[in-house]
T-cell receptor
Framework: DSGVTQTPKHLITATGQRVTLRCSPR?????VYWYQQSLDQGLQFLIQ???????AKGNILERFSAQQFPDLHSELNLSSLELGDSALYFC?????????????FGPGTRLTVT | QQQVKQSPQSLIVQKGGISIINCAYE??????FPWYQQFPGKGPALLIA?????SEKKEGRFTISFNKSAKQFSLHIMDSQPGDSATYFC????????????FGTGTSLTVIP
């Protein structure tokens, strides 16, 4: 158990809908990262927050947004969902703001868009 | 464009053998190269990582070899065990150019007893 929690575990929704994925980092970790894992795109970095501020941005679509709250939990919002958004979404956390700090991954949220 | 190219896609090794997974990159700004291990139904977990100022790093049965001039790095798993059967991802990041993080496409390793 990495200490990172993600909810929900599974999510099934229809195209055009909006969903929110939630992540609670390990105690003491200030950074939260979001990743998407799909069969055709592999594992992709989406976005990083550090102590409430956006720190780095990867291949995140404009339909997706994220935020980190004062208690350091984070939410990833996915809107206008398309079939291609079906994937595993992982959250990871680390104590520092640089990628060289060890990242601890949560169990993931499996999103299915029908 | 794939920033980090990983091979092979899959690998089958006998128990006790050496597993070797290779990665190559183009961006010379990358300054941190981790390897992740992922079991089915789980998130990736950091296995071992290296910076470009060293050519090799060893942790137990796992070794990273790094060739800066060739822009290649590889993971060697010595005395491979069935419990090592998992998907392995190499990755690269740069703290100097927008703080990006890129994964390879993954290698599915099966260790046969």
């Amino acid at each position: 158990d990495s200490g990172v929690t993600q909810t929900p575990k599974h999510l099934i929704t229809a195209t055009g809908q909006r969903v929110t994925l939630r992540c609670s980092p390990r105690s003491g970790d200030l950074s939260v990262y979001w990743y998407q894992q799909s069969l055709d795109q592999g594992l992709q970095f989406l976005i990083q927050y550090y102590n409430g501020e956006e720190r780095a941005k990867g291949n995140i679509l404009e339909r997706f947004s994220a935020q980190q709250f004062p208690d350091l939990h984070s939410e990833l919002n996915l809107s206008s969902l398309e079939l291609g958004d079906s994937a595993l979404y992982f959250c990871a956390s680390s104590v520092g703001g640089d990628f060289s700090y060890e990242q601890y991954f949560g169990p993931g949220t499996r999103l299915t868009v029908t | 464009q794939q920033q980090v190219k990983q091979s092979p896609q899959s690998l089958i090794v006998q128990k006790g053998g050496i597993s070797i997974i290779n990665c190559a990159y183009e961006n010379t700004a990358f300054d941190y190269f981790p390897w992740y291990q992922q079991f089915p139904g789980k998130g990736p977990a950091l296995l071992i990582a290296i910076r470009p100022d060293v050519s090799e790093k060893k942790e137990g049965r796992f070794t990273i070899s790094f060739n800066k001039s060739a822009k290649q790095f590889s993971l060697h798993i010595m005395d491979s065990q069935p419990g090592d059967s998992a998907t392995y991802f190499c990755a690269a990041s740069s703290s100097n150019t927008g703080n990006q993080f890129y994964f390879g496409t993954g290698t599915s390793l099966t260790v046969i007893p």
